[in-house]
Structures are given as C-alpha cells and as structure tokens.
C-alpha cells in the first residue's frame, strides 16, 4: 500500500498563495490516480482536484477553479497544490488521497488511501 504525508499548509491572508505537498511512499506514485480533498469545521469532506496517473486529465470543484491547480511530479513521489487567490471560505484541513482503481474522480468513495491532512487558514 502506499503512505500519504502531506505539507505545505499554514496561516495566509485572503488574496495570498499557498502551495500544498503530497509525498507519497511504499508504492510507485504512478500507479494511482491522485486527489485532493478538504474538511472544514462542521462540514462534510469535499472534493478539491484530481489528477490522472499521468497527470495529462486533471478535474477541479467549480468553487476552486481558475485558482488552483493539481500536479504531480511521478519522479519525486509528490503531488503538489497550487493555491491562490485564497478566500476564507477555504479554510479547512486539506488531505490527499489516492486511488488505485480507475479514472480521475470527484467521489472518496473511490479513493483507497489518505493521508492525515494539513490546516489551511485564511484570514480576512
């Protein structure tokens, strides 16, 4: 199986840029399609992004498009975040996840392995 860690997050003010990491181990990174998804306080966990195993398909929530953007680097092991133009509306822990079986997703359902999560805070 493979192990999830991610990175990346922290304090930032409305406006700012954050870039989240993904490192994965225990299993060649290019076998899963790779997902980002997020849970903030009193709220179900969402859908962020997803990235296709060769990161050439990628999907995106309606709420974070033209923001942010999904990639992944095969070599290194590490699926990245591109965060900008944060709001406070974004706030919350932000996990990564992989999916062995299958295309890109919106669906946890489908993804098989998580990681802890990393806070992102967004001040107004």
């Known amino acids: 199986q493979v192990q999830l860690v991610e990175s990346g997050g922290g304090l930032v003010q409305a406006g700012g840029s954050l870039r989240l990491s993904c490192a994965a181990s225990g299993r060649t990174l290019s076998n899963y399609v790779m997902g980002w998804f997020r849970q903030a306080p009193g709220k179900e966990r969402e859908f962020v992004a997803s990235i296709s195993r060769s990161g050439g398909r990628t999907a995106y929530a309606d709420s974070v498009k033209g923001r942010f953007t999904i990639s992944r680097d095969n070599a290194k092991s590490t699926v990245y975040l591109q965060m900008n133009t944060l709001k406070p509306e974004d706030t919350a822990v932000y996990y990564c996840?992989?999916?062995?079986?299958?295309?890109?997703?919106?669906?946890?359902?489908?993804?098989?392995?998580w990681g802890r999560g990393t806070q992102v805070t967004v001040s107004s």
């Open positions: 996840a992989a999916k062995t079986v299958g295309l890109v997703s919106r669906s946890s359902d489908e993804y098989d392995y």
